[in-house]
């Protein structure tokens, strides 16, 4: 069984500090790993993806990925109180049609 | 603009009466999937289609059926829904499969009595 395990939270963190959120999965054949914001309510969208190991940035938002270690973060730097929503890691097998998601991460910025 | 639609936003029902919820994309994408949202499971895939007359089982398709016979439409069928189908339905649709940006509809939130 192919799982994706995150915390659920919820993670506090002050405003304007750094968020960090993990993603472990069991799958050592993935190639894809993606990250989706999903406010209450909403639909979930997504904030990241990333394909090979090391960092990827984007504005405020940084994806880690170590292939190794089996294991994909999300940092969140100069939080917001926007930035409070359940964060979701989803991965994908090499080119399977499938995405295994994470049941996601509450994250609470603190003004 | 570029969107997933579906329909109904909310739908209460009862044991056993058959229903559709009908899910729309305007991009030309060729994959498409429903999932459903229960609290601390996270997303579960129900069923995805690969293409037209391409439809393949998800990680729970017990007690659901779909078909695909447009590019654009991927209805959700529940034939005889029970309580434990109560839940938030998700349709969602990439270019090509699971490895790309999925767009996702505004959700279905379903009771059933």
């Known amino acids: 069984q192919k799982e994706v395990e995150q915390n659920s939270g919820p993670l506090s963190v002050p405003e304007g500090a750094i968020a960090s959120l993990n993603c472990t999965y069991s799958d050592r054949g993935s190639q894809s790993f993606f990250w989706y914001r999903q406010y209450s309510g909403k639909s979930p969208e997504l904030i990241m993806s990333?394909?090979s190991n090391g960092d990827k940035e984007d504005g405020r938002f940084t994806a880690q990925l170590n292939k190794a270690s089996q294991y994909v973060s999300l940092l969140i730097r100069d939080s917001q109180p926007s930035d409070s929503a359940t964060y979701l890691c989803?991965?994908?097998?090499?080119?399977?049609?499938?995405?295994?998601w994470g049941a996601g991460t509450k994250l609470i910025i603190k003004p | 603009e570029a969107q997933v639609t579906q329909n109904p936003r909310y739908l209460i029902t009862v044991t056993g009466k058959k229903l559709t919820v009908t899910c729309s994309q305007n991009?030309?994408?060729?994959?498409m999937s429903w999932y459903r949202q229960d609290p601390g499971l996270g997303l579960r895939q129900i069923y995805y289609s690969m293409n037209v007359e391409v439809t393949d089982k998800g990680d729970v398709p017990e007690g659901y059926k779909v078909s695909r016979k447009e590019k654009r439409n991927f209805p959700l069928i529940l034939e005889s829904p029970s309580p434990n189908q109560t839940s938030l339905y998700f349709c969602?649709?990439?270019?090509?499969?699971?490895?790309?940006?999925?767009?996702f509809g505004p959700g279905t939130r379903l009771l059933v009595l």
């Open positions: 969602a649709s990439s270019l090509a499969g699971g490895w790309e940006t999925q767009y």
């Open positions: 990333i394909y």
């Open positions: 991009m030309n994408h060729e994959y």
């Open positions: 989803a991965v994908n097998e090499d080119s399977n049609y499938q995405l295994i």
